[in-house]
């Protein structure tokens, strides 16, 4: 089975978040796989072990994202490839990207892409959806099981906390709820092996894309911080006077019953 | 340039959600003067149309087909896109929702636009439209701006303020389209949601995580939520512990919400949490661990023992309303 994983190098939110010159501060900061990618990637290589086949990782992104694809390798996916646009492309939106995945798999004839079901940094989710549409093949988001037999696929999604069983066959674009399974750690000889996994670096030209094909739709102006909130206050005195106090402060001063 | 707005109706369990009032308002705002049109898909939904039109919509156009019963891409980006080929809207608002979230990207990409998703303020009218969004978890917000010739946007539930309901009258027409070619079947679906109060949509929300400690923990927490009109919600922790089902769980993986009170209990306040809850209006805590993350967000807090905590503020409610 020819299996594909869209991987995104994000922030890792649990961090700390500066803003400084209307840019996130990127110096010194942590990044990761993000996290709804993990679980894409264990199910890839679940899938590939049962059935057979080969796993590769895409990113779009800059030279630092090897370290990612590198652990993607780890992990026991056999290639990796870098959409490197740093030269070409200054802003990026989920339509460019979404754009230049589908040109790369286009040609590929993926029986399987697995993809997160949001990036925890710009969190819109769209860009499975749109790459299973530009590629014409069917997409299923949040899934938390996936079977396969024959060309026969079973599902289970989560739709906001119900559960919906479905039934749809390859070519597929899935994207991975938390549920799904438990991502494994790279192993010692996973890391291994990794360094001499290929990794193929690209940039748009290598896919004859047009720079003007792939202007961003959106524009970010501004990012800002949340406005700031009084700092909250934390009650004093034995326990029901600290109750009766807060009810008092919710009914009176937040005016929210 | 005032512009033409197709929005999205959602129904529930026979009603229509709230945040297809909440659309049709921000649609208002981006049509600077413009047509409202609410879209409505399924088998048989021309009922709700008269609805629509009093919070707000100029006309509703509905799509009945047997295959719209239950929501699948294909059917619904069909159907979505007959009624955009018949309309030309210049500008599309939909729920961030299960359905939103999953038809949005494909229509996006068919019509070769920008989307700005999970919107939850808009500033500016007509085509001085600016959108606003959370980015990171919720730890930072984006103005963004469409460049092309649709705004396409989703929105975050309980955000906008619907319009007043009024009587008026509008036109709701139907639209007839062929729904072919299916690649998704759905066999069943695992109802786990609780009866009554939609979190997504609960104007008071109690949650509890692993500090509740069991299943039977959560009963003080439901009758607070009982009390208040509420209902009740969990962290992750909570739920992967048992004490609750997923459908209740709020976060980055679960449902985003924004009360105008939400109060975490037994709650240590992880990002993930967070990124479903931080836009509540007022937030309180109750957590016996004062460095707990979960006072960095909170408005009011109280250390203490929730068990003991919880049942003392129904009493106190109780004597105030
Ligand atoms: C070099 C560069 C420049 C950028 N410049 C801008 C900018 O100017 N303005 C701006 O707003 N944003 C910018 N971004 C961010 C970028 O536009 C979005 O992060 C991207 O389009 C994905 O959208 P999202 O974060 O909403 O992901 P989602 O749609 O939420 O992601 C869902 C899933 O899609 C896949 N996916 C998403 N992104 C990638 C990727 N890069 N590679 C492989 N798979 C992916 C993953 O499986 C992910 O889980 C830039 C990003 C890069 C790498
Ligand atoms: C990809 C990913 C997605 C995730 N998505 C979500 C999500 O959507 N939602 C979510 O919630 N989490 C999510 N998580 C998990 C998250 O990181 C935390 O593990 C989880 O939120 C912790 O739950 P908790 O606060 O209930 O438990 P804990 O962190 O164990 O906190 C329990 C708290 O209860 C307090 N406590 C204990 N006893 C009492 C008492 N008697 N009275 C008062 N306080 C008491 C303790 O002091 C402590 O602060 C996600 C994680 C990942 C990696």
Same mark, same amino acid.
């Given at each position: ?113 697995? #993809? @997160?079901? *949001?990036?925890?940094?710009?969190? $819109?989710? =769209? !860009?499975?959806?749109? %790459?299973?549409? &530009? ?95 009084? #700092? @909250?206050? *934390?009650?004093?005195?034995?326990? $029901?006077? =600290? !109750?009766?106090?807060? %009810?008092?402060? &919710? ?7 | ?321």
């Amino acid at each position: 089975m020819n299996i594909y994983v869209l991987v995104k190098r994000t922030f890792d939110t649990e961090e700390k978040l500066v803003i400084s010159g209307g840019k996130i501060q990127e110096d010194g900061a942590e990044f990761i796989i993000n996290p709804y990618d993990e679980y894409a990637i264990e199910e890839a290589i679940k899938v590939r072990d049962e059935h057979g086949g080969e796993v590769t990782v895409i990113t779009i992104g800059g030279e630092d994202a090897e370290k990612q694809l590198r652990t993607a390798l780890a992990m026991g996916a056999d290639k990796a490839v870098l959409i490197n646009t740093e030269d070409d492309v200054e802003e990026l939106d989920q339509f460019t990207s979404a754009y230049i995945l589908a040109e790369y798999l286009k040609d590929k004839e993926a029986d399987l892409i697995l #993809a @997160g079901n *949001v990036a925890i940094d710009g969190g $819109s989710g =769209q !860009v499975g959806p749109r %790459v299973a549409d &530009l590629l014409d093949i069917n997409y299923v988001t949040t899934i938390t099981s996936l079977t396969i037999e024959g060309e026969k696929v079973t599902i289970v999604r989560d739709i906001e906390g119900d559960a919906e069983e479905l039934e749809t066959s390859l070519p597929l674009l899935v994207t991975a709820q938390q549920g799904l399974n438990e991502p494994r750690y790279p192993s010692l000889p996973g890391i291994m092996k990794a360094k001499k996994k290929p990794l193929e670096e690209l940039e748009l030209d290598d896919l004859d894309i047009d720079e003007d094909d792939v202007e961003a739709k959106t524009e970010t102006i501004e990012i800002f911080m949340p406005p700031a909130k009084a #700092a @909250g206050r *934390v009650l004093e005195g034995d326990i $029901s006077a =600290q !109750v009766t106090e807060l %009810v008092g402060l &919710l009914k009176n001063e937040a005016k929210v019953i | 340039m005032s512009k033409k707005v197709l929005v999205l109706g959602e129904t529930r369990e026979g009603s229509l959600r709230n945040v297809s009032f909440e659309a049709i308002a921000a649609a208002k705002k981006i049509s600077g003067g413009g047509e409202v049109v609410s879209v409505l898909l399924g088998d048989s939904v021309a009922d709700f149309g008269a609805e629509l039109i009093n919070y707000g919509a100029d006309r509703v156009i509905t799509v009945e087909h047997p295959h719209l019963k239950s929501y699948t891409s294909d059917g619904y980006s069909q159907a979505m896109m007959a009624v955009i080929d018949q309309e030309q809207p210049q500008a599309l608002v939909f729920g961030h929702t299960a359905v939103g979230k999953d038809l949005s990207p494909k229509i996006a990409s068919k019509l070769q636009t920008g989307l700005i998703s999970d919107v939850t303020d808009i500033e500016g009218e007509g085509d001085d439209a600016v959108y606003i969004r959370p980015i990171y978890s919720g730890k930072a917000f984006e103005k963004v701006k469409n460049k092309g010739d649709i705004d396409f946007i989703t929105i975050r539930p309980n955000n906008i303020a619907p319009l007043e309901k009024q009587e008026r009258s509008g036109d709701v027409s139907s639209l007839s389209v062929d729904i072919t070619n299916l690649r998704t079947i759905i066999q069943n679906v695992v109802r786990k949601s609780a009866e009554g109060v939609d979190l997504s949509e609960a104007k008071v929300v109690i949650a509890g995580g692993r500090g509740v400690k069991s299943a039977e923990g959560f009963a003080p927490l439901q009758e607070l939520a009982d009390l208040l009109g509420g209902a009740v919600g969990a962290s992750r922790g909570a739920c992967d512990a048992d004490y609750v089902d997923y459908s209740l769980q709020i976060g980055q993986t679960g449902k985003v919400v924004t009360p105008d009170l939400y109060i975490a209990a037994g709650i240590s306040g992880a990002i993930q949490h967070l990124a479903g809850m931080s836009n509540s209006k007022v937030i309180v805590a109750i957590n016996k661990d004062p460095e707990a993350n979960i006072f960095k967000v909170a408005d009011y807090g109280i250390v203490g023992d929730l068990f003991e905590v919880i049942p003392m503020l129904t009493e106190e409610f109780k004597k105030v309303m």
